[in-house]
């Protein structure tokens, strides 16, 4: 059941905004620069992670071609595009955002944001689109050690929201964001976004819902 003794927790990329597609087409650009192959497939890999893994898997990927160090010369010209193309509030929002976002607030349920990205980015990406004063709390990558499968940042995201995982939804795009919930204890609601769910995203979430707006009927149901 779904009640004011409840709390929401957003995963941020590819939950809040449609930043995997926008990262990916960074990634696709500054790969064909380097003249880099099979980005998707690394892409792909990253997802839901945090930086420190992220350079950890493209430089397995592409050191041996590349030289040591091509994660951070390919992730910081990926960079250097994202922010060129969509600071300043021109991150695409995803469907249903401020919809579940006022149904929350008007029903009184706490909501937070647990995401692989690091803090500071966060809060500028949701202050730029006008999102940020519906979070209690924001808890960042670089606030844990160990990123997403791991349930480190979920536990911390509860505990700052002193409220115990069983009572707290996870709204999560990635398989590593739904591990890290169903670890965590939570309820998981899996919102696919650039990967489809499989067998096993079906077994660990509560329930699998096309966008954000179909999240706001699941609760509306319980």
Request: hydrophobic share 40%; aromatic share 8%; net charge negative.
């Amino acid at each position: 059941m779904m009640n004011k003794k409840n709390c929401v927790i957003f995963d941020m990329d590819g939950v809040i905004f449609d930043s995997e597609r926008a990262c990916l087409y960074t990634w696709t650009e500054a790969a064909n620069a380097f003249g880099m192959k099979n980005i998707r497939e690394v892409f792909d890999k990253c997802i839901g992670t945090n930086n420190n893994q992220t350079r950890a898997i493209v430089e397995e990927a592409y050191a041996k071609e590349f030289g040591e160090g091509i994660s951070d010369r390919i992730l910081s010209e990926s960079s250097r595009l994202f922010h060129e193309k969509y600071d300043g509030g021109k991150l695409p929002v995803k469907l249903g955002v401020k919809d579940i976002l006022e149904y929350l607030k008007k029903e009184k349920i706490r909501c937070a944001v647990a995401s692989s990205t690091r803090e500071a980015v966060v809060r500028q990406e949701l202050s730029d689109a006008g999102l940020v004063e519906y979070f209690e709390e924001i808890v960042g990558g670089d606030a844990v050690k160990i990123s997403k499968p791991n349930p480190e940042i979920y536990l911390l995201a509860c505990s700052r929201m002193k409220i115990a995982p069983a009572n707290a939804f996870a709204i999560e795009d990635s398989y590593n964001g739904i591990r890290a919930a169903h670890a965590a204890g939570m309820r998981p609601i899996m919102v696919p976004d650039m990967i489809p769910a499989d067998d096993e995203m079906m077994e660990l979430s509560e329930v699998i819902c096309d966008d954000l707006i179909k999240v706001v009927d699941y609760f509306k149901s319980i």
